[in-house]
């Protein structure tokens, strides 16, 4: 799946998200007398929505990387953590509410056109940057969290900003609030990928062989190869590699390929890589440049920019 | 005081009961409804006015005596369990934001009784001022805050609501005689223009208006556009609907004999009332009997109810009792409630679950998506070009021998591209080999290594003039 197609994923599970969500919030806004304050009523909204786009987007790293054990864990983590971070983003976008509220706005109309939506699209930003750092927690990589941080939080800002705003603009629309979520779980999509790409040092493209044409966006600074489905870069089809093949770390900005088991050589550009000198027991290092091509054992990778 | 309180019971605003074996009558006005904190802390703040006949204000109700409802829809209304806060005489201990707004149109240059005179002291406006200024050394509470307005044709300020009276003192010398151009009346769109200046105030909030005629807009009546307001004729109800917005209440004096027409409905809708005036010593009297009902205002804070509604309305209900004993008085308002995500739909159906199904079921479709490279003929894939831009993106291969070059006539065209020769390269397949061989007339690479013919082995990654293409055999 080239990077395209990974985000076009990504983007179609924001819509789905946004679709899946509005039930819910039409339950909970419907029920609204039942809840006992407005706080309470927020809170409960914010996760229900936290809840869906959570457990969908939680499914993307799963079904783009085409890792069908990843899915459903994806699914429960980002469901739960939707959760805590809709209600927790809709408390502190109230706290925010209440600082705006306290410090310029005395006015009913200002308050409902601009205290309102800013601090629900910090709410909204909030539950963003928790929905994007899931996948990041899941890989235990700072550059992923840094990702989703900035992505959700961007997404959400903008997405909510526009949410809110479009039901000020067209307040008997009867759909506003479906439109708006899916707004906003696209907006958290487009951004997280947008923030992805330019957080990537470089894409690794399948040249070869059952994954043909796979590309795997590099933004971790430790990214490993190999048949094993917990490298980042997972190639099971090829079974002539080591669980764990090779690596490509950052080291002082830039991409350093080296071969984890010597056994079968790496070859950068059909020429071998450190192999074959006396006393090297680490399979050589090379420093990758864009358009190198990798071969290890059968299978043959481009290193591209993002 | 001789003023004529004409508080209207025509709207469901003040209903107030005579009593008739005692000899005062009690007026009830809920004057302003606080609801900018309602998504914070769930409250609402009302400011009751309870007067008698005469317009004082009657200060000796307990927390007991008054009960509040609230209400989604007008009809239904819900008994508030418990008040948060109870607070007579609200005004003096919080303090009352004071706008004056005053009519200095042609008229006010006019004689009281209407005629044109050159004698300054007869003048009307001479008359508004030394009230305003009566008003101003009668504003001892320190917390109180007020601002000067004017209108004609044009909308002007001249002292933004502070704490600083000498300031506003000051500022009535600024008003001068208008020219014939600005001797219009805008008033309801000043009245309109006025909530702005309390941007940034809370509590209490009321504009006091002196009009001397009626809303005599300038395009209407001169025939051309107004030179901030184009053609545009600003409606009583604007201003109605924006102090509602805004929680402010107007308190309208009429100067004079002609009288707005919608002055009174403007007043009462937003919590006021309306007095007359026909000279200094009344205008006076009346400005200390507005001064003295908001100050003596009752402050009532409640917990709102949670029903979703555009506009949720409150009722006032005072059972005095003690010395001031006598029926049960009602007031009914509304406010703008806001809405945290809008309002519910009408009703819920089961056809809400559709998307929900759908976006599970496309969820599930999506996990089990193989997008993986079916079995093909051979080809040849651009990945990208560095310049120029290549005729396909996937060229099959068949058996006869492939061209890729510069030229139309090339089988893969790279145009654009000066590095690349019209045949820069060709791709031939041995039929007893089974396989593809690249043979190159220019400067080709393959897995970036120069080379003049290389049998191509699958993934092999072929540099043409900065085109990258990838050889595919077709197997997976």
């Known amino acids: 799946m080239s990077t395209l197609v990974r985000r076009l994923i990504i983007l179609c599970l924001g819509v789905l998200a946004g679709v899946a969500a509005w039930p819910l919030a039409e339950l909970i806004v419907f029920n609204q007398a039942a809840f006992p304050s407005y706080l309470v009523f927020v809170a409960v909204l914010g996760a229900a929505v936290g809840l869906l786009m959570g457990a969908f987007l939680g499914a993307a790293e799963g079904i783009t990387a085409r890792i069908k054990s990843r899915i459903l864990p994806g699914i429960l983590v980002g469901a739960v953590v939707g959760v805590l971070g809709g209600a927790i983003g809709f408390l502190v976008g109230q706290a925010a509410l209440l600082v705006i509220g306290e410090l310029a706005l005395q006015s009913t109309r200002s308050f409902q056109r601009v205290g309102l939506p800013v601090s629900r699209a910090i709410g909204w930003g909030f539950l963003g940057v928790f929905i994007g750092m899931v996948e990041g927690f899941r890989a235990r990589s700072g550059k992923k969290i840094a990702v989703g941080l900035l992505g959700g939080l961007l997404g959400g800002l903008v997405g909510g900003f526009l949410l809110e705003y479009l039901r000020l603009l067209a307040p008997g629309f009867r759909l506003n609030r479906l439109v708006g979520l899916v707004i906003l779980g696209a907006a958290i999509a487009v951004f997280y990928g947008l923030v992805e790409k330019g957080l990537a040092h470089g894409v690794l493209r399948v040249l070869n062989g059952a994954l043909k044409g796979k590309e795997y966006l590099l933004t971790q600074s430790r990214v490993n190869i190999g048949r094993s489905r917990r490298n980042e870069v997972a190639l099971p089809p090829y079974e002539d590699l080591a669980d764990r093949q090779a690596q490509i770390r950052i080291r002082r900005g830039e991409a350093v390929l080296s071969n984890l088991e010597p056994k079968r050589p790496l070859l950068v550009n059909d020429r071998p890589v450190g192999g074959g000198k006396a006393g090297d027991r680490t399979g050589g290092e090379h420093r990758l440049k864009y358009d190198d091509v990798i071969r290890v054992g059968s299978v043959k990778l481009f290193y591209r920019v993002p | ?476």
């Not at chain 2, 609200?90 to 004071?98: L, M, W």
């Not at chain 2, 001064?291 to 059972?319: C, D």
């Not at chain 2, 309002?343 to 199904?357: E, H, R």
């Open chain 2, 1 to 476: 005081m001789r003023h004529k309180s004409t508080a209207a019971a025509a709207l469901l605003l003040v209903a107030s009961l005579a009593w008739p074996a005692v000899s005062f009558a009690l007026n009830l006005r809920l004057s302003q409804i606080d609801a900018s904190r309602l998504l914070l802390s769930q409250r609402v703040r009302l400011y009751v006015s309870v007067t008698d006949d005469l317009g004082r204000p009657v200060e000796d109700l307990r927390a007991e005596d008054f009960r509040v409802f609230e209400s989604p829809d007008g009809e239904r209304f819900t008994r508030i369990p418990r008040l948060e806060q109870f607070r007579p005489s609200a005004g003096i201990a919080e303090g009352v934001s004071f706008l004056l707004v005053l009519d200095n149109s042609g008229s006010m240059y006019d004689t009281l009784a209407g005629n044109p005179t050159e004698d300054p002291q007869a003048m009307r406006m001479t008359h508004a001022r030394d009230a305003v200024r009566s008003f101003l050394s009668s504003m001892t509470d320190p917390k109180d805050t007020v601002g000067l307005v004017s209108y004609n044709t044009y909308y002007r300020l001249h002292a933004a609501p502070s704490k600083d009276r000498a300031l506003v003192s000051a500022a009535l010398e600024g008003i001068t005689r208008p020219s014939r151009e600005e001797a219009y009346t805008e008033l309801y769109h000043s009245l309109s223009r006025a909530v702005r200046e309390f941007e940034g105030l809370a509590g209490r909030k009321a504009i006091v208006i002196l009009s001397d005629g009626e809303n005599y807009p300038y395009s209407e009546h001169s025939g051309r556009p107004h030179p901030e307001l184009g053609e545009r004729v600003v409606e009583h109800t604007e201003p109605i609907r924006a102090c509602q917005e805004e929680g402010i209440t107007v308190y309208a004096v009429n100067f004079g004999a002609v009288k707005d027409p919608n002055l009174e409905s403007i007043a009462v809708e937003t919590g006021g009332t309306v007095f007359d005036a026909r000279d200094r010593r009344e205008l006076e009297s009346v400005y200390r009997a507005i001064h003295e009902q908001v100050a003596g205002e009752y402050l009532l804070a409640y917990r709102a109810t949670m029903a979703p509604a555009v506009r949720k309305f409150v009722r006032v209900v005072v059972q005095p009792a003690g010395a001031a004993a006598g029926p049960e008085l009602s007031a009914t308002r509304f406010y703008f409630s806001s809405t945290v995500f809008g309002l519910p739909l009408t009703s819920l159906s089961l056809l809400l679950l559709i998307p929900l199904l759908a976006a599970a079921a496309a969820l599930w479709l999506l996990t089990a998506l193989r997008l993986e490279r079916r079995k093909g003929p051979a080809a040849l894939e651009v990945l990208h070009t560095r310049v120029g831009r290549a005729s396909t993106r996937v060229l099959p291969l068949g058996t006869a021998k492939t061209v890729i070059g510069g030229g139309r006539s090339a089988d893969l065209t790279i145009a654009g591209a000066p590095g690349v020769k019209e045949q820069h390269a060709t791709v031939v397949y041995d039929k007893s080999k089974k396989a593809y061989t690249v043979v190159s007339s220019g400067e080709v690479l393959v897995n970036n290594q120069p080379v003049k013919t290389r049998v191509l082995e699958p993934g092999d990654v072929i540099d043409v003039g900065g085109a990258t293409i990838v050889f595919d055999d077709g197997e997976v």
